[in-house]
């Protein structure tokens, strides 16, 4: 008897996992920039938000960890790192978690 080298059985597609610590929400408010080191802020939309990062749509980014500052409607600047770029989307994942007040207050109006 040899080694069998075929199977009846399909090979399994990767299994999609859901890394985030926490759940997306739907923003209420959009109003974005996104702003590099020594570059001026870029204009954005927030899509989703979570006390840990969000996604944005903005101009093309070429590269992942990008360190960037963002801005949502014109409040405090938030330190985050780019996490994957695709297609006029960003990930960002905050270098500290934002307030869950300020999750609220953005996504308080859905």
């Known amino acids: 008897m040899g080694i069998r080298t075929s199977s009846q059985y399909r090979t399994p597609e990767p299994a999609l996992v859901e890394q985030r610590r926490a759940s997306r929400n739907p923003v209420f408010v959009q109003s974005a920039t996104v702003r590099r080191p020594r570059a001026n802020p870029i204009e954005a939309a927030l899509q989703d938000l979570s006390i840990y990062g969000c996604k944005l749509v903005c101009a093309p980014f070429k590269r ?33 978690p934002i307030s869950s007040g300020m999750v609220r207050a953005m996504t308080l109006g859905l």
């Open 64 to 96: 992942e960890d990008d360190r960037v500052w963002l801005r949502f409607q014109g409040g405090t600047p938030i330190s985050a790192t780019v996490v994957w770029a695709k297609d006029g989307e960003i990930g960002c994942r905050f270098d500290a």
